[in-house]
C-alpha cells in the first residue's frame, strides 16, 4: 500500500487542523492506521492509531481529547483531527500502516510496515 498524508500548515495556538491518510494500491480492510510524529531533534513518537475493521482506537495520552482520528471507508482515507493545538504539537506528522492489527501493540514505530511522507504541521502566531 502506498500512503499519501495531506493537511499540515501554520496555524495558531488553540486553533485546529485535519489531516488525511489516504492509502492506495490496497484496501485499509483489516490494516492498523497509525499517525506519529516527529518534531526537531526530537524522536517520533506515536499519537493515534485505528484498527480499519472495527474503529477501535488508542491515543497517545498527550493528545487525549484533543485529536480525533477517524476513517472514511469510501475513500480509503483515515483522519486526524487536531484541536486546541499547543505549541509541543509542532512536528512531521506520519502516517503509517500494518496490514494486521497487532493486539497489545500498534504504539510503536516498529510496528508498521508502510509510511508516508510525512506533512508539516507549524502551531506559532
Known amino acids: 500500500v502506498q500512503l499519501q498524508a495531506s493537511g499540515g500548515g501554520l496555524v495558531q495556538p488553540g486553533g485546529s487542523l485535519r489531516l488525511a491518510c489516504v492509502g492506495s494500491?490496497?484496501?485499509?480492510?483489516?490494516?492498523?492506521i497509525g499517525w506519529f510524529r516527529q518534531a526537531p531533534g526530537k524522536e517520533r513518537e506515536f499519537v493515534a492509531t485505528?484498527?480499519?475493521?472495527?474503529?477501535?482506537?488508542l491515543y497517545a495520552d498527550s493528545v487525549k481529547g484533543r485529536f480525533t482520528i477517524s476513517r472514511e471507508r469510501a475513500k480509503n482515507t483515515v483522519h486526524l483531527q487536531m484541536n486546541s493545538l499547543k505549541a509541543d504539537d509542532m512536528a512531521v506528522y506520519y502516517c503509517?500502516?500494518?496490514?494486521?492489527?497487532?493486539?497489545?501493540?500498534?504504539?510503536?514505530?516498529?510496528?508498521?510496515?508502510?509510511w508516508g511522507q510525512g506533512t508539516l504541521v507549524t502551531v506559532s502566531s
Open positions: 494500491g490496497d484496501t485499509f480492510g483489516n490494516y492498523g
Open positions: 485505528i484498527r480499519w475493521s472495527t474503529g477501535a482506537t
Open positions: 503509517a500502516a500494518r496490514p494486521r492489527w497487532l493486539v497489545g501493540g500498534m504504539t510503536r514505530a516498529n510496528d508498521y510496515d508502510y
